[in-house]
């Protein structure tokens, strides 16, 4: 039974963004394989780790047959992506065979039953669905992701708190020691309060556009479903209380001051290689337009640098973890950015003129 024929890249695509969720170790080798699944001239490819499921729909079935299979994930990128770019690819099955030709190349691939894959079942009714465009959740998680915890046994941590309510969407990240939060308006008056877990995260960074096309958001107790374009994502949802991230942001800091994102991004990188690979501890000393960043090590190595700023506060000694601070600095494009400060036992607060709707939460370290 021939399954596709179509060009290298209209299979390429596809294969690709269902690849990611594949994993390459797991008890059960079916989980390493991608579910191949025709009908008629609509070929879905579907990837899943059990926890979460991922499919691309595309139009490039050859006849009106109905089939499904199971093959090698990596396998078939691999071969594809060997394969010449001009030459239309031909796909299918005989026996317990996955037949890949173009021209005078021939590839037979091993394929387990489609019966044995665990699809994930999306849900026969979502309390809450909802649409909002590409572009806004794509901005969202762009400025928070990188707080998420991993692998934290405060397991709500290790995912992002996704709430829509009046009109306001809201992504909320945090590990314990930093949050960031990011809203953007919509004209929507659903109600959503999710824990996503990190790797529904993740691949919604790389599938989503930078367009106003729209996302469809289905949930119920414990599944979320996004379905955009051709593609649908499927998770389960992390269960548990998100801290309160109203109470962190702090609201009365009378310390305020915009530094250079770019000079302070670079002296943070050279002050960092002298810190400690555990503690990563840096210390910003405040005083009469000025602010001194250093760092010593076990072996009693220092790093200084000084950068002038606009400040006229009385002078003030914090610490940090540095690469809370290089995270946050990398992923905003302002030229300014600004820091609210209270004192060296009050969490930071750092703002973008960019992204008027972001907050970065930083708590201190003790150095």
Not at 66 to 73: F, H, I, R
Not at 163 to 186: I, K, N, P
Request: aromatic share 6%; net charge negative.
């Amino acid at each position: 039974m021939i399954y596709i024929k179509a060009t290298k890249e209209a299979l390429l695509k596809p294969l690709q963004l269902v690849s990611n969720v594949v994993e390459r170790r797991h008890t059960l080798p079916i989980l390493s394989n991608i579910l191949i699944r025709k009908r008629g001239a609509t070929v879905e490819f579907i990837a899943t780790d059990i926890e979460m499921q991922i499919t691309a729909r595309v139009e490039i079935g050859h006849g009106t047959e109905e089939g499904a299979t199971t093959v090698s994930a990596k396998k078939l990128l691999d071969i594809l992506r060997a394969l010449n770019s001009d030459g239309e690819v031909t796909i299918s099955q005989a026996a317990n065979k996955l037949v890949i030709t173009q021209g005078k190349s021939r590839f037979n691939l091993q394929t387990l039953a489609a019966e044995e894959f665990p699809v994930v079942v999306p849900a026969a009714e979502y309390a809450a669905q909802t649409k909002i465009a590409q572009s806004k959740l794509k901005a969202c998680l762009h400025l928070v992701h990188f707080s998420m915890a991993q692998q934290d046994i405060r397991y709500y941590l290790n995912g992002m708190l996704l709430v829509l309510h009046q009109g306001q969407l809201r992504t909320v990240a945090t590990d314990g020691h930093r949050l960031a939060y990011s809203s953007q308006e919509v004209e929507n008056d659903a109600q959503l309060d999710v824990i996503i877990p990190r790797k529904v995260v993740s691949e919604l960074q790389k599938v989503l556009e930078d367009v106003d096309q729209p996302l469809s958001i289905s949930v119920n107790p414990n599944q979320v479903k996004f379905s955009f374009d051709q593609v649908e994502i499927i998770s389960k949802l992390i269960e548990g209380k998100f801290p309160d991230y109203d109470r962190v942001i702090p609201k009365n800091h009378q310390k305020t001051l915009k530094i250079d994102r770019e000079k302070l991004n670079q002296a943070l990188i050279r002050v960092a290689i002298l810190t400690t690979d555990k503690f990563k501890g840096v210390r910003l000393a405040f005083s009469a337009n000025q602010v001194k960043i250093s760092s010593t090590n076990a072996e009693q190595e220092e790093a200084v640098e000084e950068l002038d700023i606009d400040y006229g506060f009385e002078p003030l000694e914090i610490g940090f973890n540095v690469q809370y601070l290089l995270d946050v600095l990398s992923y905003l494009g302002d030229q300014t950015i600004t820091l609210q400060l209270q004192d060296n036992n009050a969490s930071a607060l750092l703002m973008s003129e960019t992204h008027p709707n972001f907050r970065y939460v930083v708590m201190p370290m003790r150095i």
